[in-house]
């Protein structure tokens, strides 16, 4: 199993940038694609973006692209969203999550964080 703990979410300013966090405890992480999600309210869940185990690979929905970079580090046990450009329409509360499998292509998400609010002023 895999535990999650995200952090970095905070008002800020549009145009702004901001950095999540996601620690992940459990001996799986490695070998996990990991994404992120979000959602705002009245709103369902919606993807932002995924990274295979190894990090080669990722992948990014349109809304983020260009603004939005995701990593991490297996060492370390944690994932990381860099957050550029911000817009209002980024607010929302993000997830962080660890899918079954080792790839982003048909990834399903089994694990998840609690959420980090992230709110973006205009």
């Known amino acids: 199993q895999v535990q999650l703990v995200e952090s970095g979410g905070r008002l800020v300013q549009a145009g702004g940038s901001l950095r999540l966090s996601c620690a992940a405890s459990?001996?799986?992480?490695?070998?996990?694609?990991m994404g992120w999600f979000r959602q705002a309210p009245g709103k369902e869940r919606e993807f932002v973006a995924a990274?295979?185990?190894?990090?080669?690979?990722?992948d990014y929905a349109d809304s983020v692209k260009g603004r939005f970079t995701i990593s991490r580090d297996n060492a370390k046990n944690t994932m990381w969203l860099q957050m550029n450009s911000l817009k209002p329409e980024d607010t929302a509360v993000y997830y962080c999550?660890?899918?079954?499998?080792?790839?982003?292509?048909?990834?399903?998400?089994?694990?998840w964080g609690q959420g980090t609010q992230v709110t973006v002023s205009s």
């Open positions: 999550a660890a899918a079954l499998g080792s790839f982003i292509n048909g990834a399903h998400y089994s694990y």
């Open positions: 459990g001996r799986t992480f490695g070998s996990s694609a």
């Open positions: 990274i295979s185990w190894s990090g080669y690979s990722t």
